[in-house]
Nanobody, 127 residues
Framework: QVQLVESGGGLVQAGGSLRLSCAASGRAFSMRTMSWFRRAPGKEREFVAAVTWSGGSTDYSDSVKGRFTISRDNAKNTVYLQMNNLKPEDTAVYYC????????????????????WGQGTQVTVSS
């Protein structure tokens, strides 16, 4: 079993920055692809970013590319999301997620591919 706990959300002005963290417990963190999703009010959950198990490969949604950076520290069982130049449309609850399959390289964008989810952390960007 894998447990994920997000932190680092908050209220920030447009143009500001936040760094989210996701601490993972359980086995095989260093063998799992890790991703961030978000859900804005009234919208479906959407993919934000993914990082493969070694950190060697990353992927981003077009809406955050160039502004957000996903990274991980396998020694700390933690994945991060650095968010710069935040916009009001980035306001959402942000979730950390992991698939049960190890060394996963499938469709990062599909929430159904993920088996473990954190409780989420709220990010609010004011204009």
């Amino acid at each position: 079993q894998v447990q994920l706990v997000e932190s680092g959300g908050g209220l920030v002005q447009a143009g500001g920055s936040l760094r989210l963290s996701c601490a993972a417990s359980g086995r095989a963190f260093s063998m799992r692809t890790m991703s961030w999703f978000r859900r804005a009010p009234g919208k479906e959950r959407e993919f934000v970013a993914a990082v493969t198990w070694s950190g060697g490969s990353t992927d981003y949604s077009d809406s955050v590319k160039g502004r957000f950076t996903i990274s991980r520290d396998n020694a700390k069982n933690t994945v991060y999301l650095q968010m710069n130049n935040l916009k009001p449309e980035d306001t959402a609850v942000y979730y950390c997620a992991a698939p049960a399959r190890l060394y996963y390289t499938g469709n990062y964008y599909n929430p159904s591919e993920y088996d473990y989810w954190g409780q989420g952390t709220q990010v609010t960007v004011s204009s």
